[in-house]
T-cell receptor, first 112, second 112 residues
Framework: GAGVSQTPSNKVTEKGKYVELRCDPI?????LYWYRQSLGQGPEFLIY????????DSGLPNDRFFAVRPEGSVSTLKIQRTERGDSAVYLC??????????FGPGTRLTVL | SQQGEEDPQALSIQEGENATMNCSYKTSINNLQWYRQNSGRGLVHLILIRSNEREKHSGRLRVTLDTSKKSSSLLITASRAADTASYFCATVRMDSNYQLIWGAGTKLIIKP
């Protein structure tokens, strides 16, 4: 079956702009996660959804970052007033439970 | 924050040799997982070992876990050029049943 998909695969934006990154999880997976990965580092947890609600958003770096999952399926990560330091690969994962997480290919965000 | 630390940071071996990567972590865990990542994008789940397990096998992969030393190792036997990738360990803490905490990874290069 289809895996986790993320769009766009690459996003280049200018400092101060607003961006939205989309994640389509595997059908039926109730858990959804967002991570951010900088070059040469492991992923860094941002937020975890169980169904429609954000069960843990403690990893969001500041209030410029926000994520939603209104119908318990697709999720959108929103970044306001982007900064150069936001440049990274944003990874989404979904899971049927809380064990194995299945990752999408990521969105490479570049803030100029 | 990253919990796991992999070593070595980089490993280059000849095809056919065995590759061993190690991971250390700091807190008590529920389980430890190994992932592979090609070209800085999609992460692929390899194997999960629970805190009450000591060793697990999957094909050419062998994972060990020593909770007293807070360490794990991943052995890839009879390496192939296609095994070239970055390998990450990720832990799920005892007080969290979902949040993966990642190390910085080991970059493995298999020379043909």
């Amino acid at each position: 079956g289809a895996g986790v998909s993320q769009t766009p695969s690459n996003k280049v934006t200018e400092k101060g702009k607003y961006v939205e990154l989309r994640c389509d999880p595997i059908s039926g997976h109730t858990a959804l996660y967002w991570y951010r990965q900088s070059l040469g580092q492991g992923p860094e947890f941002l937020i975890y959804f169980q169904g429609t609600g954000a069960a843990d958003d403690s990893g969001l770096p500041n209030d410029r970052f926000f994520a939603v999952r209104p119908e318990g399926s697709v999720s959108t990560l929103k970044i306001q007033r982007t900064e150069r330091g936001d440049s990274a690969v944003y990874l989404c994962a979904s899971s049927p439970s809380t064990d194995t997480q299945y990752f999408g290919p990521g969105t490479r965000l570049t803030v100029l | 924050s990253q919990q796991g630390e992999e070593d070595p940071q980089a490993l280059s071996i000849q095809e056919g040799e065995n590759a061993t990567m190690n991971c250390s972590y700091k807190t008590s865990i529920n389980n430890l997982q190994w992932y592979r990542q090609n070209s800085g994008r999609g992460l692929v789940h390899l194997i999960l070992i629970r805190s009450n397990e000591r060793e697990k096998h999957s094909g050419r992969l062998r994972v060990t876990l020593d909770t007293s030393k807070k360490s794990s190792s991943l052995l890839i036997t009879a390496s192939r050029a296609a095994d070239t990738a970055s390998y990450f360990c990720a832990t799920v803490r005892m007080d969290s049943n979902y949040q993966l905490i990642w190390g910085a990874g080991t970059k493995l290069i298999i020379k043909p």
